[in-house]
């Protein structure tokens, strides 16, 4: 199965609000990186959290990482309109490799 | 301006028909991958190319060609496409496989029929 699943799947929030998705994983990980996109286009990279590290910020955006729980969960403060895309987690594996999750779908309502 | 384009944008070919999707950087990135996104199943990784000549099977090789001759471009080879490789493809590229952000083309839409 794959490892970085997204949790929930699907999440409807009103303009204003907070917007939390989870992501766990299942081997060890060098780091784990989160990524948008809008529907039909590219990824774009949000933020990378090394394993090291429990938690990080970026404008609206905090992210955090439990190692021991292999979890990490991606908070949206204060959300938008325009927040509105697809959410993915993606976890760096000790060989290197990106391994993405099935995504978040976020619908912000104005 | 930094960017990975892919090329065509959206395809729709026959069952059996040889194509390529183009991959390109001008970031000058060493590491370029290939990823499939299926719903459900998120975004897997194809192939990947750690330098010029030089290229590895990612999680879902099957029925699906790489070459790395130069180092800004990737393409995507299908030789004999079946419809279940209808999918939306993305390429992308980074510095290097580790610690590093990965800049995606828009993506390319495929359907075989």
């Known amino acids: 199965s794959q490892q970085g699943e997204e949790d929930p799947q699907a999440l409807s929030i009103q303009e204003g609000e907070n917007a939390t998705m989870n992501c766990s994983y299942k081997?060890?990980?060098?780091?784990l990186q989160w990524y948008r996109q809008n529907s039909g286009r590219g990824l774009v990279h949000l933020i990378l959290?090394?394993?090291?590290?429990r938690e990080k910020h970026s404008g609206r955006l905090r992210v955090t990482l439990d190692t021991s729980k292999k979890s990490s969960s991606l908070l949206i403060t204060a959300s938008r309109a325009a927040d509105t895309a697809s959410y993915f987690c993606?976890?760096?594996?000790?060989?290197?490799?990106?391994?993405f999750g099935q995504g978040t779908e976020l619908s912000v309502k104005p | 301006e930094a960017q990975v384009t892919q090329n065509p944008r959206y395809l729709i070919t026959v069952t059996g028909k040889k194509l390529t999707v183009t991959c390109s950087q001008n970031?000058?990135?060493?590491?370029m991958s290939w990823y499939r996104q299926d719903p459900g199943l998120g975004l897997r990784q194809i192939y990947y190319s750690m330098n010029v000549e030089v290229t590895d099977k990612g999680d879902v090789p099957e029925g699906y060609k790489v070459s790395r001759k130069e180092k800004r471009n990737f393409p995507l080879i299908l030789e004999s496409p079946s419809p279940n490789q209808t999918s939306l493809y993305f390429c992308?590229?980074?510095?290097?496989?580790?610690?590093?952000?990965?800049?995606f083309g828009q993506g390319t839409r495929l359907t075989v029929v």
């Open positions: 992308a590229s980074s510095l290097s496989r580790r610690l590093d952000e990965a800049f």
């Open positions: 959290i090394r394993s090291n590290e």
């Open positions: 993606a976890t760096e594996d000790q060989g290197g490799k990106l391994i």
């Open positions: 081997t060890s990980i060098n780091n």
């Open positions: 970031m000058n990135h060493e590491y």
